[in-house]
């Protein structure tokens, strides 16, 4: 069946992908809660998401990175709780991508190994990195990609929302062009 889940809100430019970790408990459940809290937590917080596009200053995008954030982070321990009160849920999660697009920046809160691609000029760039042990495993150097291959496990998540009380979330902001396209 499918965990998958993904949210539009075109009146906020608030998109979000959740991969619920298959093989888990209620993966689906988890994703689904994660995409709705996030929006409503940055659904809250609508007038400084306009005060943001009518100013454009570094603490701002700093506000909205926070926001986002905060939005992924309750998902997480709302979703903790759940699998907390119930045995059927314990230790169900979702890998996360949310994109919200203000003026003319775009901000990205990611968790997992879901991605997050720009296409600028027809080129196609990512802007998320996967948060997986062979990922892991590659940036510190400890293994060569050949002997990465032959892993079992390789492609373990090492975040994921709801697993634990809280995450590591990394967030990103950036310019946008017109024609910009996000995958």
């Known amino acids: 069946h499918n965990e998958d889940s993904f949210l539009v809100d075109a009146n ?10 298959g093989g888990h408990a209620a993966g689906e459940v988890a ?4 995409s709705r809290i996030v929006r409503e937590v940055i659904l809250r ?6 005060n943001f596009c009518e100013s454009d200053g570094g603490e701002g ?3 909205i990175l926070r926001l986002l954030e905060s939005s992924v982070q309750q998902a997480c321990s709302s979703i903790y709780g759940m699998g907390q009160a119930d045995d059927a849920k314990r230790g169900m999660g979702t890998t996360l991508d949310a994109l919200l697009l203000l003026g003319n920046r775009g901000f990205i ?10 296409q600028r000029q027809g080129v196609l760039h990512q802007l ?5 042990l062979m990922n892991e495993l590659r940036k510190r150097g400890r293994l060569s990609d050949e002997q990465i291959a032959g892993l079992q496990n ?4 090492t975040r994921a929302v709801g697993v634990y009380e809280s995450v590591d979330v990394d967030t990103l902001d950036f310019d946008l062009l017109n024609g910009d396209r996000f995958l």
Request: glycine share 4%.
């Open 12 to 21: 906020l430019q608030l998109f979000v992908v959740a991969d619920g970790m």
């Open 31 to 34: 994703s689904q809660n994660a």
């Open 45 to 50: 917080e609508k007038d400084a998401l306009d």
């Open 61 to 63: 995008r700093q506000a």
């Open 109 to 118: 809160a990611h968790v997992g190994d879901s991605r997050v691609y720009l």
């Open 128 to 132: 998320t990195e996967d948060h997986s």
């Open 154 to 157: 390789k492609n373990a998540i």
